[in-house]
């Protein structure tokens, strides 16, 4: 079982640079497939980036390419999600997942474990 726990969401305003962090137990990050997920009142759940198990491949949804970054620390056994330039249609409340599977990661049916998700509030 992998346990999940998201941290580091709140109000901020748009252009500012936040980091969501994803602490993992349970299982080595380096052993799945880590991802993003955000969900808007009113919208389907909807991918925002991955990495690899490898740590060196990355993916991002097109929405926030160039803005967010995707990153591990595998000693701290913790995702993380930087956020920059945020725009205010970016709120949402964030979700990390983990996945076994092997070549599907953007699509939430993908993956197994969820955590609990953190708010994140973008003002003009």
């Known amino acids: 079982q992998v346990q999940l726990v998201e941290s580091g969401g709140g109000l901020v305003q748009a252009g500012d640079s936040l980091r969501l962090s994803c602490a993992a137990s349970?299982?080595?990050?380096?052993?799945?497939?880590m991802g993003w997920f955000r969900q808007a009142p009113g919208n389907e759940r909807e991918f925002v980036a991955a990495?690899?198990?490898?740590?060196?491949?990355?993916y991002y949804a097109d929405s926030v390419k160039g803005r967010f970054s995707i990153s591990r620390d595998t000693a701290k056994n913790t995702v993380y999600l930087e956020m920059n330039s945020r725009k205010p249609e970016d709120t949402a409340v964030y979700y990390c997942?983990?996945?076994?599977?092997?070549?599907?990661?953007?699509?939430?049916?993908?993956?197994?474990?969820w955590g609990q998700g953190t708010q994140v509030t973008v003002s003009s």
């Open positions: 997942a983990a996945t076994l599977a092997y070549g599907y990661f953007q699509r939430a049916q993908d993956y197994t474990y």
């Open positions: 349970g299982r080595t990050v380096s052993t799945v497939i």
């Open positions: 990495i690899a198990r490898s740590g060196d491949i990355t």
